[in-house]
């Protein structure tokens, strides 16, 4: 375990506004260990109660797709247009879609 701030791990973190809704990054922080971490993130991004669950993630356990491999990973969706919701006829009523 590092000893020193400089050599703490950076962790992403994740805040859910209220139960139901899904986690939002809200930003980043360095860190000993998780504990300290969630600590730190409950007093940075939660200090009005602004949340109801928090997550953090070490930075560099996160996989993420390239951004130039972009069409390859997404065109494929392209020739499913029944996932799109224009494909559908929505009724008179319905909101939030």
């Known amino acids: 375990m590092s000893t020193t701030p400089h050599d703490w791990a950076l962790y992403e973190v994740f805040v859910r506004a209220r139960a139901g809704l899904d986690h939002k990054h809200v930003g980043s922080l360095h860190a000993a260990d998780p504990q300290m971490a969630l600590q730190h993130a ?38 499913k247009v029944y996932r799109h919701p224009t494909f559908y006829t929505i009724p008179e009523g319905v909101e939030g879609l």
């Open 42 to 79: 409950r007093d940075t991004y939660t200090r009005r109660q602004e949340g109801v669950s928090i997550w953090v993630v070490r930075s560099d356990q996160i996989s993420a797709s390239d951004p130039s491999d972009a069409d390859a990973l997404f065109s494929p969706a392209d020739d």
